[in-house]
C-alpha cells in the first residue's frame, strides 16, 4: 500500500487541498508551507494510470476526516502539532472498520465503534474494553489478505461493464437484479470458484480441496441462522477457499507478511501488553486530548454526553470504567464543569 497515494484517494479532495483557509498561512513557518505543499503534489502522481486507485467504501469517516482535518487547519500550530496524529488515527480508523466491515460479508454497513481504555487503567477480562477492544479488533485483521484476493478475484465479473465491488456492493447490486439475472451471477462466482481451485494444485501435505469442502460445508451446517441467501454463500465459500490455500500451502508467509503490517502499525499506535490479556487497545492522555479537542471544535464546551457521542462518531467508545477514569482526568486539568452528577449537567471546556 503507498500512504500518500492512499490518503488522497480515500479521505482528501481538490476543494479541500486549494481552500483559502488550509493554503494561508500567518507566518514564514517552512514545516506548515511543505506539508501544505506536498498535499496536492498527489494529484500529479495519480495520472500514472499503472498506480493503484484506492476506492473509499466508508464515506461516512471520510465526511468526518474533512470536517477534523479542516478544523485542524485552521489553526496553524495545533495543525503543525498534531497533523502526524490525525493522519495516523485516520488510517486506523479507516481500516479497522473495513475489516470489520469485510469479515461481515456484506451484512453490516455502519460503524462499529471499538472499545479503548486509558493507557494507566488496570484491565479484567469482564471489561468491555478487553472483550470488544482488540480482541474482538484481530480477529477480523488476520483474513485482511484473504479478503482483498477474494475481492479482486470477484471483481473480474461487471455488470452492465462495471466492477462488482466489495461485499455490500455485491449484495446491493443482487438484490436489484431480475431472477434470471441473480441466477447468472451466482454461477459466475461459482465459476470464478472453480477456477481458482482449478489453478491451486500444490498444497501443504495431507491437505486438499476434499477436505476444504467439507469445512465449508461444516462452517454453513453451523451458521444456518445467519447464512441463508444464495448470494451470501457463494461468497463466504469463495472466501474460505482463498483462506485454505493461505493456511494451507506455502503462500502462508505472503499472506502473514500483508496482515502483520498492520496490526504492527496497531501496535506501535494504539496498543498495550497487559500480561496474560495480551494486546489492549488503548488511549494515552496526549491522543485522548488531541481527540477531544477536534470533539470540542470551535464551540466553547459541549456537554459530557455529546463528547462520548462525537467520539463514538469518530469509532471510539468506552466502558463505564474507562469514563470515570477520563472524567477524573478532566477534573484535574480543570476542563470539567460540573454543575451536577448528571452528563447533561457537566460539560467539557475547550482545550487551549
Known amino acids: 500500500m503507498k500512504p500518500l497515494a492512499f490518503f488522497y484517494d480515500i479521505f482528501l ?20 508551507k511543505l506539508i501544505i505543499d506536498c498535499l496536492p503534489e498527489l ?13 473509499n467504501l466508508l464515506d461516512s469517516i471520510k465526511k468526518q476526516f474533512l470536517i477534523d482535518f479542516k478544523f485542524l487547519a485552521s489553526n496553524e500550530e495545533f495543525f503543525l502539532k498534531h497533523v502526524e ?8 480508523f479507516y481500516l479497522t472498520q473495513l475489516s470489520q466491515r469485510l469479515n461481515s460479508f456484506g451484512n453490516q454497513n455502519k460503524i462499529e465503534p471499538i472499545y479503548f481504555s486509558m493507557e494507566w487503567e488496570v484491565l479484567s477480562k469482564s471489561r468491555l474494553a478487553y472483550q470488544y ?24 465479473i461487471t455488470i452492465d461493464g462495471i466492477k462488482l465491488g466489495d461485499y455490500v456492493n455485491i449484495k446491493e447490486k443482487f438484490n436489484q437484479l431480475p431472477k434470471e439475472n441473480q441466477e447468472e451471477l451466482l454461477k459466475k462466482i461459482e465459476e470464478i470458484s472453480s477456477f481458482y481451485t482449478g489453478h491451486i494444485t500444490v498444497l501443504n ?30 461468497l463466504i465459500s469463495l472466501f474460505k477457499r482463498v483462506k485454505y490455500q493461505f493456511d494451507n500451502s506455502s503462500r502462508k508467509g505472503a499472506r502473514d ?15 498495550k501488553k497487559r500480561g496474560p490479556l495480551g494486546n489492549t ?17 470551535n464551540e466553547d464546551k459541549i456537554r459530557l454526553n455529546q463528547l462520548w457521542e462525537r467520539l463514538k462518531q469518530r469509532g471510539l467508545i468506552f466502558d463505564e470504567v474507562s469514563k470515570t477514569e477520563i472524567i477524573k482526568l478532566f477534573e484535574k486539568i480543570n476542563l470539567l464543569e460540573k454543575k451536577s452528577d448528571s452528563g447533561d449537567a457537566q460539560y467539557i471546556k475547550t482545550i487551549i
Open 205 to 234: 501435505a495431507g491437505e486438499n480441496w476434499e477436505n476444504c469442502e467439507k469445512q465449508i460445508s461444516e462452517y454453513f451446517k453451523n451458521n444456518d441462522y445467519k447464512y441463508s441467501e444464495d448470494i451470501t454463500i457463494k
Open 257 to 271: 507478511k500483508y496482515d502483520n503490517w498492520f496490526v504492527t502499525f496497531c501496535t506501535l499506535n494504539y496498543l
Open 133 to 156: 477492544g482488540w480482541k474482538k479488533l484481530s480477529y477480523s485483521l488476520n483474513d485482511l489478505f484473504s479478503h482483498a484476493v477474494t475481492i479482486e478475484l470477484l471483481n473480474y
Open 85 to 92: 496524529d490525525l493522519f495516523k488515527y485516520y488510517y486506523f
Open 281 to 297: 487497545t488503548v488511549l494515552n492522555q496526549d491522543l485522548l486530548l488531541f481527540l477531544t479537542k477536534l470533539c470540542v471544535g
Open 13 to 32: 479532495d481538490e476543494d479541500t487541498l486549494t481552500s483559502e483557509k488550509l493554503i494561508s498561512s500567518k507566518n514564514d513557518n517552512l514545516f506548515y
Open 43 to 55: 494529484k500529479t502522481k495519480k495520472t500514472n494510470t499503472k498506480d493503484v486507485k484506492y476506492e
